[in-house]
């Protein structure tokens, strides 16, 4: 597609989003005059709207996104998902490919092993619940969606946090709805508070929530780190700037 005689106001992009790296894109999308849809799950009874027009609620798979991407006329797809979001990841590049729409992945950089952190990194949830030696006091940030492992794991004492709280936790259970970002002060005291002996989360990336890993390193706390998912191969940029500096490329170039 040759984009090149037209101006930022008739190119409409859609953003895969629910982080915030979409959300930050969008608003600097919008300010750059393009048109932007930021499509959103519609897993969190709160979540934060960008700026633009906001879709709630899956496609029908690949075959309903491509679908949407020739129907709305979108010029260019932005998959700007959470790093663990796999199979909307796999879906984007199928739907771009059949509707031929260029694509672009927005993934933010994952953690490293901070100093003197004791780092293990593990590859499914399974295996997170595995390497916890029995009678932990574990501080499990997975996300409400990943708990089914450790619900059924009952050897260990879990606080949990997570943004929104599911029904049916059980009641020895410690939970803390909250939503970053989170200080290392606060990690600490989270920390020291409930006597945690073991982190687990998934390795997410971002600087909102990365305030655990080094408390927990200065703690000498163990951190079982889930590792990502592979994703297929696409067109890849790991911040915001680097996501605008490119589209403004694509659509320059044709």
């Given amino acids: ?34 048109e932007v849809i930021t499509s ?17 609620g899956g496609f029908g798979g690949k075959e309903g996104l491509a679908a949407y991407l020739t129907s ?24 771009a490919s059949s509707a031929k ?18 780092w293990l990194e593990v590859g499914t949830t399974l295996d997170a619940v595995h390497a916890l030696p029995r009678d932990a006091r574990v501080l499990l940030t ?24 599911p029904p049916g936790l059980p009641a020895d259970w410690a939970v803390i709805a909250a939503r970053g970002p989170f200080t290392l002060e ?6 020291e508070s409930h006597g945690i002996t073991h982190l687990v989360t998934k390795n997410s990336g971002g600087a909102q929530v990365a305030a655990k890993l080094a408390a927990a390193a200065r703690l000498s706390i163990p ?7 592979r994703l297929p191969r696409a067109e ?7 996501a605008s500096e490119a589209i403004a490329r694509i659509f320059r170039t044709g």
Avoid at 236 to 242: G, L, M, N
């Fill in 1 to 34: 597609m040759n984009w090149g005689n037209r101006d930022t106001a008739t190119r409409r992009i859609l953003i895969l989003g629910g982080t915030t790296e979409a959300r930050e894109l969008a608003g600097t999308l919008v300010d750059a005059g393009y």
């Fill in 40 to 56: 959103l799950a519609g897993r969190t009874d709160t979540p934060r709207f960008p700026e633009g027009i906001v879709r709630i």
């Fill in 72 to 95: 709305s006329h979108i010029d260019m797809v932005i998959d700007a998902t959470h790093p663990f979001a796999a199979q909307i990841s796999a879906n984007a590049v199928a739907a």
């Fill in 101 to 118: 729409v260029r694509l672009l992945r927005l993934e933010r950089p994952a953690w490293q092993k901070p100093e003197g952190a004791v």
């Fill in 142 to 165: 997975v996300g409400r969606q990943d708990l089914g492992q450790f619900l059924a794991h009952t050897k260990c004492r879990y606080i949990a946090r997570m943004i929104e709280v």
């Fill in 186 to 191: 606060g990690e600490l005291e989270l920390m």
């Fill in 223 to 229: 951190i079982i780190v889930i590792g990502r998912p």
């Fill in 236 to 242: 890849t940029v790991d911040s915001v700037a680097r």
